[in-house]
C-alpha cells in the first residue's frame, strides 16, 4: 500500500485531491495538512512514500516544509502543487530536491499515475508546467545552448537514459525499456547527473526539456 500525505491550505483542493486518490485501491491517503508547520511532524509520525505538498501556504509555506523533508533521513518523494504561476518558489523547491510538479487542477488518472511513478523514484513533471518551469529558470537560447553542451558530452546510452528520466521513469521502467538490470539503470544515473552537473532528476529532465531531448 502506498501511503501518501497531501499539505495544502484550501479546503476545495485537498478534498478533491482526497477524492481522486480514494478511487486507487494500492493507495492510502494516511493524513492531511492546512499548514507547513504541520508537514513534519505528519510525514515523521506516518513515513509516507509521497507529499503532495503545496508550493505556497500559510504561516510555513511548502518551501520550509520541503526543506524539512528533505534533511530527513530516507525522505519520501515530495511532489509540490502549483498553479499557473511559476516564480522564485519553484527555483526554490528545485534547489531543494523536489520530485516533480503538478498543477492543482491534475486530471485524476494523472495524479494515480503520478503518486506511482514518485514512489518507485521517477519524476513527475506536468507537461503543462514543464515548459513555463524551464522558462522560469532561465530564458531562450541562454539556457538551451548550455544544455546541449551537457548532453553532448553524454554516451547515446547516457542520453537515453536522460531522456527517460524527463519522461518521468523510475529506474526500473527504464530498464525495462532499455533491457538493462536496475542496477546497470542506477548506475548510469549517477554518472549522468554528475556529467549533466544535476543534483535530482528532476533537474536531469529539466535538462533534457532545454536541450530539445523531449519536446
Not at 9 to 23: G, K, Q, Y
Not at 81 to 107: I, M, N
Not at 144 to 165: C, H, K, Q, T, Y
Amino acid at each position: 500500500m502506498l501511503k501518501v500525505i497531501v499539505a495544502d491550505d484550501e479546503d476545495l483542493v485537498r478534498s478533491s485531491l482526497r477524492a481522486i486518490l480514494s478511487t486507487a485501491p494500492d493507495v492510502e491517503l494516511v493524513a492531511e495538512c492546512d499548514d507547513g508547520h504541520q508537514v513534519d511532524e505528519a510525514v515523521r509520525m506516518h513515513r509516507p512514500h509521497v507529499v503532495l505538498l503545496d508550493i505556497r501556504m500559510g504561516e510555513t509555506d511548502g518551501i520550509t516544509a520541503l526543506k524539512a523533508i528533505t534533511g530527513m533521513p530516507e525522505p519520501p518523494a515530495v511532489c509540490m502543487l502549483t498553479t499557473f504561476d511559476v516564480d522564485e518558489y519553484v527555483r526554490r523547491a528545485l534547489r531543494l530536491g523536489a520530485s516533480g510538479f503538478l498543477l492543482k487542477d491534475v486530471d485524476p488518472a494523472y495524479l494515480i499515475k503520478a503518486v506511482h511513478d514518485l514512489a518507485a523514484g521517477g519524476v513527475v513533471l506536468d507537461p503543462t508546467v514543464a515548459a513555463r518551469v524551464v522558462g522560469a529558470l532561465a530564458q531562450g537560447e541562454q539556457a538551451a545552448e548550455p544544455a546541449r553542451e551537457a548532453l553532448a558530452s553524454l554516451s547515446g546510452r547516457e542520453r537515453d537514459v536522460v531522456a527517460l528520466i524527463g519522461r518521468g521513469l523510475s529506474n526500473a521502467e527504464i530498464g525495462q525499456a532499455l533491457h538493462l538490470s536496475e542496477a546497470t539503470v542506477k548506475g548510469y544515473v549517477s554518472a549522468v547527473l554528475g556529467k549533466i552537473g544535476a543534483s535530482n532528476r528532476v533537474q536531469a529532465a529539466l535538462v533534457a526539456y532545454r536541450g530539445g531531448l523531449i519536446a
